[in-house]
T-cell receptor
């Protein structure tokens, strides 16, 4: 299967600082990437859809000014958590869409554990 | 409203004890149904995509099937390393241009030796 990487895998920061998470598709081009958030023992919650070269589409209830998304190339999307607070602590996972004529699959990154002190 | 329901929430099996996980869905036009495996602290790992009723796919001890209302993930003679949370997701045809997935809450499988 296709490979998606995320960096960093784990980050601890102080309240009020900003954190950037990178998501890369390593062996395919992804015009669309997705950002999810997952709380303990819960399923994935879609935060936003990121399209290369255009503005991200945010799900209802997700603050676009707090979670800045940039999809500057066909292999890289970034999520910046601005002015992070303890309630932003979570597991953030990205996925990249590999779209072909007969298949349409999302491949997920390994996730980033964010802890805000 | 598009919805995915997985059952059971948790399943404990003895090694070698075959069983099935269920994924029921309601969606305004199914584009695809996906199965993922997720280990603790990791991102979901892609297993299968099913596109039409009657379709089946296999991978080692896993076999996924699809009807118009549900999908089953059959696990034959499971091993402890099959322990994980199995996630089901659907992609609606109306949202096909974005490819958004709607996830169920998952089934946590534990296989004891």
């Amino acid at each position: 299967g296709a490979v998606v990487s995320q960096h960093p895998s784990r980050v601890i920061c102080k309240s009020g600082t900003s954190v950037k998470i990178e998501c890369r598709s390593l062996d395919f081009q992804a015009t669309t990437m997705f950002w999810y958030r997952q709380f303990p023992k819960q399923s994935l919650m879609l935060m936003a859809t990121s399209n290369e070269g255009s503005k991200a589409t945010y799900e209802q209830g997700v603050e676009k000014d707090k979670f800045l998304i940039n999809h500057a190339s066909l292999t890289l999307s970034t999520l910046t958590v601005t002015s992070a607070h303890p309630e932003d602590s979570s597991f953030y996972i990205c996925s990249a869409r590999e779209y072909r004529v007969r298949t349409d699959t999302q491949y997920f990154g390994p996730g980033t554990r964010l802890t805000v002190l | 409203e598009d919805q995915v329901t997985q059952s059971p929430e948790a399943l404990r099996l003895q090694e070698g004890e075959s069983s099935s996980l269920n994924c029921s869905y309601t969606v305004s036009g199914l584009r695809g149904l996906f199965w993922y495996r997720q280990d603790p602290g990791k991102g979901p790992e892609f297993l299968f995509t099913l596109y039409s009723a009657g379709e089946e796919k296999e991978k080692e001890r896993l076999k996924a099937t699809l009807t118009k209302k549900e999908s089953f993930l059959h696990i034959t003679a499971p091993k402890p390393e099959d322990s994980a949370t199995y996630l089901c997701a659907v992609q609606a045809r109306l949202r096909g241009s974005q490819g958004n997935l709607i996830f169920g809450k998952g089934t946590k499988l534990s296989v004891k030796p």
